[in-house]
């Protein structure tokens, strides 16, 4: 091996190694409701097993106790960190099959930039751990290791997350079409690799109180007691899957405003990134030829090809879910790459942008900056416990008072989704004279998912309430103000 083969080697290393550090440093201090609402079950050792995502917080109680950690947030966005590198490292396994090293380290940029994958990397969301494995189970399908074993790896990253089923489908796919094999055979293994899936499923099930009649709506709780979850297709769907998609590639928010108007210094990231994208686009012509494949190459990148779609259906019909987005990059990059020599110049321009992107828009504020009230209200709420409030987003706001303020309960009602049960309970907060407080009358919020879902109309509350703003809190990217509701 020449001196030039060795530094193309230690660069994918390099790499990786730079994005352990960024994982584990850029964690997010702007957290989602989910991941703030797993790390109070840690802490308080309650809903260890949920459902949808079933050995998640059991994994992560299992190391809480065993190490006897404190600040579960932190201590969980770091085990998404590590499982996050190992993620690519073992993409990086896998494309070496079929790429030079030099080109391999540009892809492995790519994947480690990719907003959907490098968010939840940095915060204890469910959606990595599953990736690992399913990766893993590619790989070793790949490698020709035993039907049994793909298919008991891709099962355990449906344990994780429900979602993967459809990685677990689409390999089957690839165990059926290797030359040779015996389907009866290849059927009865893949199947018996999975059922570890229902005997653990039927183990918590038996063993935890779990207020559920069956196992079966058990299983697909969510789908049975949330009325925010379902399988559909809304127009929602239509526009929030191409926003979703491409935000799984690039972050793409309304505070990037806000932050080069009042940090005037990511201009560069903007201007630098969006060079690398014009780059590319100009070198995309004459970038793709046909890689010189055998039958077994080629159904391998086909069957990624098909767990791509059938993810990115699934996310369809789930109202354009970007979570259930996370692990189309590297379904999508093993497709191309192995079906694909690819000009490593196009790559490297595609890759640097990216990175450039998503961490001057996406990692770093999410560490160093508040991006948005929902940080300042919990706090203001926290210093005066015993008022009455009515916001936009109760759930983030219980879930920050929860973590953060654990020993003292709060008044707080919902608007969004609206909620004929707290209408009225406002209603009755206000006749009897007590002091309700509101976020929503005059918060200006940047444009988000959230945003565009959200049913609440600011001018209900003008037209039946008399309204006094209180208070007035500046935050890094915007201004909360805190309204009183009373009596017209």
């Not at 960190?81 to 492995?108: E, H, M, Q």
């Not at 790989?139 to 990685?167: D, P, T």
């Not at 608007?415 to 009755?428: A, I, Y």
Request: hydrophobic share 45%.
């Amino acid at each position: 091996m020449n001196q030039t083969s060795k530094q193309r080697w230690d660069l994918s290393i390099v790499c990786i190694f730079c994005f352990a550090v960024i994982y584990l440093f850029l964690f997010s201090t702007n957290n989602s409701m989910d991941s703030l609402a797993y790390a109070s079950d840690l802490r308080d050792a309650i809903d260890i097993f949920r459902p949808h995502h079933l050995l998640y917080s059991a994994l992560g109680f299992v190391l809480v106790q065993a190490l006897h950690v404190e600040n579960t947030l932190l201590f969980m966005c770091h085990v998404n960190a590590l499982f996050a590198v190992g993620c690519l490292i073992i993409a990086r396994l896998i494309l070496l099959s079929f790429t030079d090293k030099r080109t391999c380290t540009f892809i492995i940029l790519f994947l480690g930039s990719c907003y959907g994958f490098a968010r939840f990397a940095t915060d204890n969301e469910t959606y990595i751990i599953p990736i690992f494995f399913s990766l893993w189970a590619s790989w070793g399908a790949l490698k020709g290791k035993n039907v049994f074993y793909v298919s008991m790896l891709a099962a355990i990253a449906c344990l994780f997350h429900q979602i993967h089923f459809f990685w677990w489908l689409g390999l089957l796919f690839f165990c059926f079409s290797r030359p040779g094999a015996n389907k009866t055979k290849v059927f009865s293994l893949y199947f018996l690799g999975a059922l570890i899936v229902p005997v653990t499923y039927l183990f918590v099930f038996c063993l935890t109180d779990n207020g559920c009649s069956t196992i079966i709506e058990y299983i697909f709780y969510d789908y049975f007691n949330k009325q925010n979850v379902d399988l559909a297709v809304k127009m929602l769907a239509l526009y929030m899957t191409p926003i979703s998609f491409i935000r799984t590639f690039l972050q793409v928010h309304g505070y990037i405003y806000a932050l080069i108007v009042k940090y005037p210094v990511f201009v560069i990231g903007l201007i630098s990134s969006c060079f690398c994208f014009v780059m590319a686009m100009l070198n995309i012509r004459k970038s793709f030829r046909k890689n010189e494949t055998n039958k077994l190459a080629t159904n391998y990148a086909n069957t990624h090809l098909l767990i791509f779609t059938l993810q990115l259906a699934f996310a369809f019909i789930s109202d354009g879910n970007a979570e259930f987005m996370a692990m189309l990059p590297f379904a999508l990059s093993i497709f191309i790459f192995t079906k694909y020599k690819v000009k490593t110049k196009l790559i490297s321009y595609l890759a640097i942008g990216l990175f450039v992107w998503n961490m001057g828009y996406g990692l770093i504020p999410y560490r160093f900056l508040v991006i948005n009230s929902d940080i300042p209200m919990a706090n203001y709420i926290a210093k005066n416990p015993n008022e009455f409030y009515y916001l936009r987003d109760k759930v983030t706001a219980s879930n920050l008072l929860r973590y953060y303020y654990p020993d003292t309960t709060y008044n707080i009602a919902a608007t969004d989704p609206p909620n004929p049960k707290d209408e009225k309970m406002v209603e009755e907060w206000v006749e009897s004279g007590k002091t309700v407080l509101t976020n929503i009358v005059k918060t200006t919020t940047p444009m988000s998912r959230g945003k565009i879902l959200s049913s609440t109309d600011s001018d209900y509350f003008k037209s039946k309430y008399t309204l006094s703003e209180i208070d007035r809190i500046e935050y890094d990217l915007g201004v909360l103000y805190i309204t009183q509701l009373s009596s017209k």
